[in-house]
């Protein structure tokens, strides 16, 4: 089956550091997106990786092993407005020409003072 | 300003009332996207659509049906036969061209409460 784990919960402090992970088996592959969703909103990009390595945007940064089947996303200098959901999805194998985006359940960070 | 619109943000309908949700993208984006998002669990496509005047069944499309007449615009009916409507329901949109070009972009999203 297609499987997408992330924790469900995380707290962090202000001004701290953050590792989000996520471990994906699908029945193929061809990309793995971040995205940041705060509560009712909609879910905004955040980075996508599609070779093995670290990918760096800012105070954000996020990681892929293909062979490991494994990302993290990476908050350093955590503000209280990084207070949301991450969502982390997989561009699985192609149905009908069409690399469907298979989606984790998401983790919610908290960030206290 | 470029982006795609969602209405209504809030919705309210009888059961066994048909509702319709809108999404529209001046984007100029080939595909377009629905899904719904449940507590605790990963988004679930429910249609999508890659050229005007064709769509595709996602995983949980029972309940649910689409038309794409306009490439700006790709509106979703939930039916009465969807047994458990409430939910959040999301559009996006992306390019169609492989890679990380085609990251999909969402719209704000229509809460859906049956009551």
């Known amino acids: 089956g297609q499987n997408i784990d992330q924790p469900t919960e995380m707290t962090a402090t202000e001004g701290a550091i953050v590792q989000i992970n996520c471990t994906y088996q699908t029945s193929g592959f061809n990309g793995l997106f971040w995205y940041q969703q705060h509560a009712g909103e909609a879910p905004t990009f955040l980075s996508y990786n599609v070779l093995d390595g670290l990918e760096e945007k800012g105070r954000f940064s996020s990681f892929l092993s293909r062979s490991k089947g494994y990302s993290y996303l990476l908050l350093k200098e955590l503000q209280m407005k990084d207070s949301a959901s991450y969502l982390c999805a997989v561009r699985g194998g192609t149905r009908g020409g069409y690399n469907k985006l298979i989606f984790g359940a998401g983790t919610r960070l908290a960030v206290h003072p | 300003d470029g982006g795609i619109t969602q209405s209504p943000k809030y919705l309210f309908r009888k059961e066994g009332q048909n509702v319709t949700l809108s999404c529209e993208q001046n984007l100029n984006h080939d595909a377009m996207y629905w899904y719904r998002q449940d507590p605790g669990q990963g988004l679930r496509l429910i249609y999508y659509?890659?050229?005007?005047?064709?769509?595709q069944k996602g995983d949980i499309a029972e309940g649910y049906s689409v038309s794409r007449e306009k490439k700006e615009s790709f509106p979703l009916t939930v039916t009465s036969a969807q047994k458990n409507p409430t939910a959040f329901y999301l559009c996006a949109s992306s390019i169609v061209g492989g890679g990380g070009t085609d990251t999909q972009y969402f719209g704000p999203g229509t809460r859906l409460t049956v009551l």
């Open positions: 659509s890659q050229i005007v005047n064709d769509f």
